[in-house]
């Protein structure tokens, strides 16, 4: 059973800086991506940035310059460095890996439980 724990996240001035983790556990193949979502309210989830196995990286535009995805494969952790945050940062950030489960099985997703972003302005 895999799964995945984030931290970090909390309350933060406009301006600041924050770091988000997250780590998966449990049996599994291979991971082929990792990624961060948000959802603020009212709002549907819509991607931050992902990283793929080969080191590519993807981001919003609207976080491009501020945040860094990476990640640390020895430890099957994905990290998001958060700076220069803007109150309409704020939102529930969701962690997803795309895992293959065993070796003949398809990539499936999985999410993190959210860990919640507030802004301050």
């Known amino acids: 059973q895999v799964q995945l724990v984030e931290s970090g996240g909390g309350l933060v001035q406009a301006g600041g800086s924050l770091a988000l983790s997250c780590a998966a556990s449990?049996?599994?193949?291979?991971?082929?991506?990792m990624g961060w979502y948000r959802q603020a309210p009212g709002e549907q989830r819509e991607l931050v940035a992902t990283i793929i196995s080969g080191g590519r990286v993807n981001y919003a535009d609207s976080v491009k310059g501020r945040f860094t995805i990476s990640r640390d494969n020895a430890k099957n952790t994905v990290y998001l460095q958060m700076t220069s945050l803007k109150p309409e940062d704020t939102a529930v950030y969701y962690c997803?890996?795309?895992?293959?489960?065993?070796?003949?099985?398809?990539?499936?997703?999985?999410w993190g439980k959210g860990t919640l972003v507030t802004v301050s302005s």
């Open positions: 997803n890996f795309k895992i293959r489960p065993t070796f003949n099985t398809y990539v499936m997703d999985y």
């Open positions: 449990g049996s599994f193949f291979s991971i082929n991506a």
